[in-house]
């Protein structure tokens, strides 16, 4: 359903020059989706949880950097419905409804008190939004649910 065509996203290379946060294996083994074990759910288990053969969410969703793996609003929305699946109908999204998307994202968000970083408008009208800008905004919404 989401595709993104990101370049080889090595040191931010996204083909277009501009460096939006991508990074390549640097080799800490902290890279997302390596988690060592041969799976990408993050248990260090083997089970794989999250390469989308089995349902999840991950199936529709290519992160690659903090710019346009995020424009359409759909990994914001799997990170959300992750802690509040009750606000966000996920396997009901569609990547070509970017707005719709990013509304039920900033509004689940705030419904819990994590205030939007990032503007509408800056989201809807580019596919390449500031890198920084949508890292700060997961950092909040991390920083609220697992700390």
């Known amino acids: 359903m989401c595709s993104h065509d990101v370049g080889d996203g090595i040191n ?3 083909s277009d020059g501009n460096d939006d946060g991508g990074g390549g294996d640097d080799g800490d083994d902290n890279d997302v989706g390596d988690d060592g074990d041969g799976g ?3 248990n260090n288990d083997g089970s794989d949880d999250g390469d989308g053969s089995d349902g999840t969410l991950s199936a529709n969703i290519d992160i690659t950097n903090f710019s346009s793996s995020w424009s359409d609003g759909l990994a914001l929305c799997a990170l ?4 509040l699946p009750a606000h966000i109908p996920y396997q009901e999204l569609n990547s070509q ?3 719709r998307n990013l509304l039920l994202a900033f509004e689940a968000a705030e419904s819990v008190g994590i205030k939007p970083s990032l503007e509408l408008s800056e989201m809807l009208y580019t596919d390449r939004p500031d890198w920084q800008s949508v890292m700060q905004y997961v950092v909040q919404i991390y920083k609220y649910f697992e700390t």
């Open 12 to 14: 931010g290379d996204d």
């Open 97 to 99: 409804e970017k707005k």
């Open 40 to 42: 990408s759910d993050g």
């Open 80 to 83: 959300l419905h992750t802690y």
